[in-house]
């Protein structure tokens, strides 16, 4: 690092250069930044944007270089925190446009950049007190989903996050960018799995770890009362990440917790976390919106089970009936253009397959109830009209695939019909599956998405 750029010594009176050159040494120092390597080694790291440096620098982070571009000279806000920066004897860069896009390496870059001290918190010194949550993070490996749950954690009022593990850096030029800020205003200290085992028994604190196996919903959980046998189970640790072996060393209860942190941040009027999760922020009179969405009543495997098996279950008494006191191919009008008619199908629904194979048929159901399971799986958790729709699409091809083994053959009994045309005959396994699909459709059409889904 060349003695401009990483001067350890006592402050000094800053300097302004002008850069225009991306072989000068300076330049070169800040963009090897982008490095892990380097970041270690000079304990410095990049912010891109105007907002950044302002945060940083009114949170007392100690800035070493402002580089901005010559577009922004003149700027009232870029001329304070070059005064600001040149005052605490850090070094202010006027660069040209190019070299601005070489630091950051992006096409349209922003117009400052500000390289800071990092800032770690010892874990030793983390003493939570009564009310106070943290949120540890073990082996979170993707930049951009830290930089999310630090801003997140900043919105909710978190005392600070706790790195466990090889877990991705919070001062990667990527993570800082997701973070929109929040890295400076939340503590963050890192440790091993051991140290931050130890860590817990002395600090006494209470862990819940988030999992997606985990049997208690997250939001059910009174944090207050005590967990994993902590003495004091107001003083919270709340675990997440890649919770394996780790994770359940750490806290042997789990929380179902959520796939993904969303925003908002507000570090105005920071909700504090005290056993809920936040709700809605206001912040400069504007309404931000907690995303963490409620999940749906069937996107839990128990009411989706239990829905199907009654859905079967009523499926096969009506078959039953059917097959005892409506006479075979025999119309029983019930109302205009419908009536019941007793049949057996060889085929699938609607009799669209019904020259095909019988294990042929049951194999496609198979395939079918396995293809729709993966989407039940997939599909976000608050969506409850496709949830619906699943549960029924399944419990239709279940009803009809138990038809195929106790009989040999499907039962069909409901019949629509003009003066001129019929309706191919079903049954209300047939209709389970229908109606899914419409509940299926009507949620793509007309439920709001949400990013990330």
């Not at 929380?255 to 908002?264: D, K, M, S, T, V």
């Not at 045309?421 to 899914?436: C, E």
Request: glycine fraction near 8%.
């Amino acid at each position: 690092m060349s003695k401009d750029f990483h001067d350890q010594g006592p402050r000094r009176v800053g300097q302004v250069k002008e850069v225009t050159s991306l072989a000068n040494p300076i330049i070169k120092d800040i963009k090897a930044l982008t490095n892990k390597k380097s970041r270690e080694e000079s304990g410095a790291f990049l912010a891109e944007g105007l907002k950044l440096v302002i945060d940083a620098i009114e949170l007392g982070w100690t800035i070493r270089t402002l580089v901005y571009a010559k577009a922004a000279k003149g700027k009232p806000l870029v001329e304070q925190m070059a005064a600001r920066t040149v005052a605490s004897g850090g070094l202010v860069l006027e660069v040209s446009e190019k070299v601005i896009a070489s630091i950051t390496r992006r096409d349209n870059p922003q117009m400052v950049v500000g390289i800071f001290e990092q800032r770690w918190k010892p874990l030793r010194d983390i003493r939570p007190r009564d009310g106070e949550t943290w949120v540890a993070l073990d082996r979170v490996r993707d930049p951009g989903n830290l930089g999310t749950i630090i801003r997140t954690a900043d919105a909710a009022g978190a005392s600070g996050i706790i790195l466990v593990g090889e877990t991705t850096d919070p001062f990667s030029l990527e993570t800082v960018r997701a973070t929109m800020g929040s890295v400076f205003a939340v503590p963050v200290a890192r440790a091993t799995p051991q140290e931050f085992i130890a860590w817990r028994k002395s600090a006494g604190v209470s862990v819940v770890a988030t999992h997606l196996a985990g049997a208690v919903d997250y939001r059910t959980i009174d944090y207050r009362k005590k967990a994993c046998r902590a003495p004091d189970g107001q003083r919270t640790i709340r675990l997440a990440g890649a919770t394996g072996q780790g994770g359940r060393r750490a806290c042997p209860h789990s929380a179902a917790g959520p796939r993904r942190f969303l925003e908002p941040r507000c570090r105005h009027r920071r909700h504090a976390f005290r056993g809920a999760p936040p709700s809605p922020l206001t912040c400069r009179g504007q309404m931000t919106e907690q995303t963490l969405a409620r999940p749906a009543l069937f996107s839990r495997p128990a009411p989706i089970l239990f829905f199907i098996v009654v859905a079967v279950l009523i499926d096969q008494v009506v078959k039953i009936a059917v097959d005892h006191y409506l006479p075979l191919q025999e119309v029983v009008p019930v109302i205009p253009m419908l009536a019941l008619y007793r049949t057996y199908n060889l085929g699938v629904a609607f009799s669209m397959l019904s020259g095909m194979d019988g294990w042929f048929i049951v194999g496609m159901r198979l395939v079918i109830v396995a293809f729709v399971i993966w989407l039940w799986y997939r599909t976000a958790k608050d969506r409850w009209l496709a949830h619906l729709g699943y549960a029924l699409i399944i419990a239709g091809a279940i009803g009809n695939l138990v038809d195929r083994f106790a009989y040999g053959h499907v039962i069909d009994y409901i019949l629509f019909y003009t003066e001129s045309w019929s309706f191919a005959v079903f049954n209300l396994a047939d209709s389970f599956i229908t109606i899914g699909a419409g509940c299926v459709i009507l949620d793509e059409l007309l439920l709001p998405k949400k990013a990330g889904r």
